[in-house]
């Protein structure tokens, strides 16, 4: 194709040449298509990096073309509504729906096959609760016998991304919506920025191995930082970030370039200098030196709930850190619970699919473990993986969690389309990106009601499902409420699958 390309690009030069000195002079704006086919071309042959481009020139780049719309044309044209991925069709326009206050029932059945091996539902009473007269905004206490300060988290709340992850509008509308709906948003572990603040909304600020809002300058933990960060009346909860579900052992760089001033004065660093945040933390390195640190925390945040987030990798570091908490007598006040299956906006494809332990699994070895060392009447479970519906939220709270986080549910009522270019920094819809103009999509007085919508549609829709199944309260669910098809031809119940264990039985 090289050698046909310097034929017709020639070709096409004579003969628009010949046209315009023969026929007539209009004929030379071809020159307007051909010279800039012709710079591609040329520079397509004789660059050393696409063998493509350089066997076949111009038309070569119709396969990145493909490659770049094959996304988009496989979501909008080619998937079902129920087999998309990471989010299907009917579960993103359910949280569309509900963000705009838009019709939000399904026509003429389920669409998905009740017969599957997978399948899931609710048991439902015959003597269901009138949903109108329950509690229309469930809540639960976070705070165990060493907290002073407890606080009545909502059931359904926003999950840790940091600013920088997600844009400032982002930022802001979420922050206002939380605000506007009485619920609480999680900081990430990129430090509180002002766009977490300027909406009033409840924080739960969240400390990672990099220590950002807290860092010493060399790298560690700063008590006196961090006493300074957390003394913000909106500060309600602190959490200790051990690893998160889409990539559990894995650290990051934030690169020199990246790091302008407002992002260094955010995280307490030195402006234009890379800063690392490792796989471990750096301020302990056993279960004890973790726990004290969270004691510290807790003494320096004025007696306000602490605890940590963790992806679980062996179920039996978690009964080492329950053995810990029994010996050492220092309790966390929750414990996060993130899956596997975990969202983030970049992580290595091994991390992302073969790392981390699956929610459910998790979950329910984390109140079992708890239970065994009666400790769960003290430790609040906090679920978070993919919680995007009413459904989502019943599970999970049959499973074990007491509350739970969504990240990708506020971010698809913020308008988030699933573009998959997280990592991109071209984020369509200014959600996940710094680039200014992306960002002007994103209208901050809109958004924050879709987000306030969102949570208040979906927790009602959870307190329906609770009246549904007979009882008045979140705490009366129960793993022998939830069914999953295993087979064709057997249906076994959550508490068959995850069985209890006895209260005391691992001590």
Not at 142 to 170: E, R, T
Not at 349 to 356: A, I, K, N, S, Y
Not at 464 to 481: D, F, K, N, T, Y
Request: charge should be neutral; glycine fraction near 10%; aromatic fraction near 10%.
């Amino acid at each position: 194709m090289r050698a046909q390309f310097l034929i017709y690009i020639l070709a096409a030069f004579a003969v628009t040449f010949l046209l315009g000195f023969v026929v007539s002079p209009h004929f030379f704006w071809l020159l307007v298509l051909i010279v800039p086919l012709a710079v591609i071309g040329f520079r397509d042959m004789f660059q050393p990096s696409h063998a493509l481009l350089r066997n076949f020139p111009v038309i070569g780049h119709g396969r990145y073309m493909a490659d770049w719309m094959r996304p988009k044309i496989y979501q909008y044209f080619i998937e079902s509504d129920t087999d998309g991925t990471p989010i299907n069709r009917d579960k993103r326009s359910l949280v569309y729906q509900r963000a705009k206050k838009e019709i939000d029932t399904a026509p003429f059945g389920t669409q998905l096959d009740v017969y599957a091996e997978g399948y899931e539902w609710m048991a439902h009473s015959i003597r269901p609760k009138d949903s109108h007269v329950l509690n229309h905004d469930p809540r639960v206490r976070i705070g165990g016998p060493q907290c002073s300060q407890p606080y009545d988290l909502s059931i359904f709340n926003i999950s840790a991304m940091s600013y920088g992850s997600l844009s400032k509008v982002a930022v802001l509308a979420l922050n206002y919506g939380a605000q506007m709906g009485g619920f609480a948003h999680n900081t990430g572990e990129g430090g509180i920025s002002p766009y977490h603040l300027e909406g009033g909304g409840d924080l739960i600020y969240q400390v990672g191995t990099g220590y950002f809002g807290c860092r010493s300058d060399d790298g560690g933990f700063s008590p006196e930082l961090f006493r300074q960060t957390v003394a913000h009346p909106q500060i309600k909860m602190i959490e200790l970030k051990l690893s998160q579900g889409a990539k559990p052992g894995h650290g990051g760089i934030l690169p020199a370039e990246k790091n302008t001033p407002e992002i260094a004065a955010i995280r307490k660093v030195t402006p234009y200098t890379q800063v690392d945040s490792p796989s471990y933390h750096r301020a302990f390195d056993t279960y004890e030196g973790m726990l004290k640190l969270i004691q510290q925390m807790r003494e320096l945040a004025g007696g306000r709930p602490v605890g940590f987030k963790l992806c679980v990798g062996y179920l039996e570091e978690f009964k080492d850190i329950c053995r810990t908490i029994r010996q050492v007598g220092i309790y966390p006040d929750f414990i996060t619970v993130d899956g596997g299956e975990g969202g983030t906006g970049a992580a290595p494809l091994e991390f992302t699919d073969h790392v981390g332990m699956p929610f459910r699994d998790a979950l329910a070895g984390v109140d079992n473990i708890l239970r065994g060392f009666d400790l769960r009447k003290d430790i609040r479970i906090i679920g978070s993986s993919k919680i995007l519906s009413g459904f989502s939220i019943f599970r999970a709270l049959s499973l074990g969690a007491d509350a739970c986080y969504s990240a990708r549910g506020m971010m698809l009522a913020l308008g988030c389309i699933q573009a998959l270019e997280c990592n991109k920094n071209t984020c369509p819809t200014g959600v996940a990106t710094q680039d200014p103009q992306l960002m002007k999509g994103l209208v901050v007085d809109s958004k924050k009601f879709r987000v306030a919508n969102y949570h208040r549609k979906t927790v009602e829709a959870f307190v329906e499902l609770l009246g549904a199944a007979g009882l008045e309260h979140p705490s009366q669910l129960h793993r022998g409420l939830v069914y999953r098809r295993v087979l064709m031809h057997e249906v076994k119940r959550y508490d068959e699958i995850y069985p209890y264990v006895e209260t005391g039985s691992l001590i």
